[in-house]
């Protein structure tokens, strides 16, 4: 099953996912937790961006192939203002 799933991702240029995460704030050995980053595999394709939320907080993981992505900071860039775009429609 792996190796077949490895196969439909290998064209693709991005995979994004989303993961709902705990919807209240939770603590580890008395620490509260401010933020979970999430970081998901590249599963054959060339970029993979995934969404975890947690206690009202969304935070947004970016893994790319080195060999795929020659220009990691300009990609970031272009990232962070399409995000800022969509953000700026909400008000």
């Known amino acids: ?3 077949w799933y490895a196969g439909q991702t290998a064209n693709l ?4 996912s989303n993961v709902a995460g705990l919807p209240w704030e939770t603590y580890i050995a ?3 937790i401010e ?3 999430p970081f998901g595999p ?3 394709c060339a970029l993979m961006v995934t969404l975890l939320s947690y206690a009202g907080t969304c935070c947004i993981g970016v893994n790319m192939d080195g060999a795929a992505v020659t220009e990691p900071d300009l990609l970031m860039s272009c990232l962070q203002d399409g995000l800022d775009e969509v953000l700026e429609l909400v008000g």
Do not use: I, N, S
């Not at 240029?13 to 994004?16: K, P």
């Open 1 to 3: 099953m792996a190796r």
């Open 13 to 16: 240029d991005l995979q994004a």
């Open 30 to 32: 008395g620490a509260k």
């Open 35 to 37: 933020r979970m980053l």
């Open 42 to 44: 590249v599963p054959g």
